[in-house]
């Protein structure tokens, strides 16, 4: 099965910083790979798909990027609804592997 | 507008069996591969079970494989999930999700399945 490590586990930063979240496959996934947002009590939801597609109805500050192993989901001028827990996700095969999860909390 | 509606959670002793029931509406149902996503409390996501659009075809974490038995019916709209053989690692919050691409575009709000004697 396909391994995915996600970094970091928690994050703290401040509204309007600009902050990145890393994944690395244990295997080339092409770019299928997804990111997702949760928040407590709630369901995921979808950020982006295909590595670099955003979602729609996603706000333009989520960008995701990469290919192969190392992927990267960046989210610029961070507002308070970002505040949650996001998950990496790849489907180049069959078992859908996620991430362990990145909290991102309020510094 | 897509949604997916769970059923079927509980309580339910080591060992004993329970079935999942995923409604859907807004989409074509038949065209879409369905999969089941949990959630162990305070936990991460982990991926249990997808099945094609036409049912033909159907893959298995290796932690439920030859427990778990995913299936759809297409005239129904609906997606199940028979659960045997349960243990306490399975208790979870269970998501049913509709594919677009391999990812999941639309989710559920989850049924709680507990495994507790």
């Known amino acids: 099965d396909i391994q995915m490590t996600q970094s970091p586990s928690t994050l703290s930063a401040s509204v309007g910083d600009t902050v990145t979240i890393t994944c690395r496959a244990s295997?080339?996934?092409?770019?299928?790979l997804a990111w997702y947002q949760q928040k407590p009590g709630k369901a995921p939801e979808l950020l982006i798909y295909?590595?670099?597609n955003l979602e729609s109805g996603v706000p333009s500050r989520f960008s995701g990027s990469g290919s192969g192993t190392e992927f990267a989901l960046t989210i610029s001028s961070l507002q308070p609804d970002d505040f949650a827990t996001y998950y990496c996700?790849?489907?180049?095969?069959?078992?859908?592997?996620f991430g362990l999860g990145t909290k991102l909390e309020i510094k | 507008d897509v949604q997916v509606v769970e059923s079927g959670g509980g309580l339910v002793q080591p060992g004993g069996s329970l079935r999942l029931s995923c409604a859907a509406s807004?989409?074509?149902?038949?065209?879409?591969?369905m999969s089941w996503v949990r959630q162990a409390p305070g936990e991460g996501l982990e991926w249990v079970s997808t099945?094609?659009?036409?049912?033909?075809?159907?893959f298995y974490a290796d932690s439920v494989k030859g427990r778990f038995t995913l299936s759809k019916d297409n005239s129904k709209k609906t997606l199940y999930l028979q659960m045997n053989s349960l243990r306490a690692e399975d208790t979870a919050l269970y998501y049913c999700?509709?594919?677009?691409?391999?990812?999941?575009?639309?989710w559920g709000q989850g049924t709680l399945v507990t495994v507790s004697s």
């Open positions: 999700a509709k594919e677009r691409d391999g990812s999941y575009g639309h």
């Open positions: 807004g989409f074509s149902f038949s065209n879409y591969a």
């Open positions: 099945i094609s659009g036409s049912g033909s075809s159907t």
């Open positions: 295997q080339s996934i092409s770019t299928w």
């Open positions: 295909k590595a670099s």
């Open positions: 996700q790849q489907y180049n095969s069959y078992s859908k592997t």
